[in-house]
């Protein structure tokens, strides 16, 4: 039950319900006394016809009443102003618009007092950025970490990849469905990783590995004896906890040396 209603609209209509019994009990009286006394000869044919007429129009009241109970979805045989609200479906309540002893008008301008979620299955918005998309398919699968539970990993299907970008991030939205063991809240923050089509291999290196100099990037390679050579490289995402990753220049299992910084200050001297 989500909660429980008291309404002057079903305690009126339960009023004139006992109302138009009560008339429609006194006019079946008046037509029994009207029928022995016209037998009788006692009242004439129109006043047994008035009786009839009152008791027909005593009755529609009643079935009046009765009609709009049940449209207020009251039960008659339990005259009461206090209505239980039961969820129609199973599932969390995710928005609640409504406190204890608060009034509650139409819903035609009013928000929902209520909105429920079946969270066994969820949506999840990742931003891709633009020169990822091509690695992105719809109705494949990505790894999700959850930032409370990053040790955990679950498997989520790409449903869909927005149309348009972010104009400042230069994203698109690309929706995940994956199974809620329990633990996904609305509002959570993840990771997710998404494999492309093809594998590739890049070789990574420390990122103090890495000299930024003049807008390029360069690393230090061995040239034999004690001399190091220096190599543009193409630099590219950090990989966590200090690694960079390195599109062109070297070749995964190039040695490099690990500071480039310290082997740069020690040259110039």
Not at 48 to 66: C, G, H, M, N, P
Not at 220 to 236: D, I, L, M
Not at 244 to 264: I, K, M, T, W, Y
Request: glycine letters at 6%; proline letters at 4%; hydrophobic letters at 45%.
């Amino acid at each position: 039950m989500l909660l429980r209603v008291q309404s002057s609209d079903i305690s009126s209509a339960f009023s004139d319900y006992r109302h138009a019994m009560a008339d429609a009990a006194l006019a079946k009286a008046q037509l029994d006394r009207s029928k022995l006394l016209f037998d009788r000869g006692a009242i004439a044919q129109k006043d047994l016809e008035i009786a009839v007429d009152a008791e027909a129009k005593a009755r529609v009241d009643v079935e009046t009443a009765e009609q709009r109970i049940a449209v207020l979805g009251a039960d008659i045989n339990h005259p009461a102003a206090l209505v239980d609200i039961f969820a129609p479906v199973a599932g969390v309540i995710v928005e609640q618009n409504v406190t204890a002893a608060a009034g509650v008008k139409t819903l035609d301008n009013s928000p929902n007092l209520f909105t429920i979620a079946d969270l066994s299955e969820v949506w999840i918005l990742c931003d891709v950025y633009e020169n990822d998309l091509a690695g992105v398919r719809i109705g494949e699968y990505a790894d999700i970490r959850l930032n409370a539970y990053p040790e955990r990993v679950f498997r989520g299907r790409i449903g869909n990849i927005g149309p348009i970008l972010d104009p400042n991030l230069r994203t698109a939205k690309v929706r995940l469905q994956v199974r809620n063991p329990g633990l996904m809240r609305l509002g959570m923050f993840v990771t997710a990783t998404f494999h492309g089509a093809q594998s590739q291999k890049r070789a990574l290196v420390p990122a103090s590995a890495i000299l930024h100099l003049h807008d390029r990037d360069w690393v230090y390679v061995p040239a034999g004896g004690k001399a190091f050579r220096r190599v543009e490289v193409s630099g590219g995402k950090m990989v966590p906890p200090n690694l960079q990753e390195v599109l062109s220049g070297v070749a995964p299992g190039d040695r490099v040396v690990s500071n480039a910084l310290v082997l740069q200050n020690t040259s110039e001297q």
